[in-house]
C-alpha cells in the first residue's frame, strides 16, 4: 500500500484569470475624476478650498516607517470669465471632444457647472466617450 500525498488529496485547479474590460476602467477612471471636479465646484462655491490628500511612507533616520498625509494637487478644469463658468473634459493630459469639434462647455452659475459635470458622468456610463477614451490611452501608453 503506498501513501498518498497529501497535496493529492487536494482538488487543484488553475488560477482563474480575472478579466476586466479597459473600456470600463478608462470610463472609471473619468467618472473619478470627473467628480473630484465635483467637489472642488462645491467647495468654489461655499468659499471654501479644496484639499485632497494621499497617504506617503516615509522612512526617518533611524529607519522607522511611517506613514503621513500629503496634500495632493489637482487642478481645476473651470474657470470663470465674464460671469460664466467655462470647463472642459480632461482623459490625462488630452482634452476630450464634448460634441463634434467642440470641447468647453459654458455655464451660467456654479449650480449650473455641477449639473453639467453629472450629465457628462452619465453620458460617459453611456458609451459616448469611448472612441476618445481609446485614443487618449494608447497616446499616453505610447512613449
Not at 488553475?14 to 462645491?42: C, G, H, S, W, Y
Not at 481609446?134 to 497616446?139: H, L, M
Amino acid at each position: 500500500m503506498t501513501k498518498k500525498s497529501l497535496l493529492s488529496t487536494l482538488t487543484l485547479i488553475e488560477k482563474p484569470i480575472r478579466t476586466t474590460d479597459p473600456v470600463i476602467q478608462r470610463q472609471n477612471k473619468l467618472i473619478a475624476r470627473i467628480e473630484v471636479q465635483i467637489e472642488m465646484a462645491k467647495c468654489f462655491a461655499e468659499h471654501k478650498e479644496y484639499s485632497a490628500f494621499y497617504m506617503k511612507t516615509v522612512t526617518d533616520p533611524e529607519g522607522n516607517k511611517t506613514k503621513i498625509s500629503v496634500p495632493k494637487q489637482i487642478k481645476k478644469w473651470f474657470y470663470q470669465e465674464n460671469n460664466k463658468f467655462h470647463t472642459t473634459i480632461r482623459y490625462g493630459a488630452k482634452t476630450l471632444f464634448i460634441h463634434d469639434s467642440k470641447q468647453v462647455i459654458v455655464v451660467d452659475d456654479i449650480d449650473a457647472l455641477i449639473a453639467a459635470y453629472e450629465l457628462v458622468i452619465t453620458e460617459v456610463k453611456g458609451g459616448h466617450f469611448n472612441i476618445q477614451l481609446q485614443s487618449a490611452a494608447t497616446k499616453v501608453g505610447k512613449k
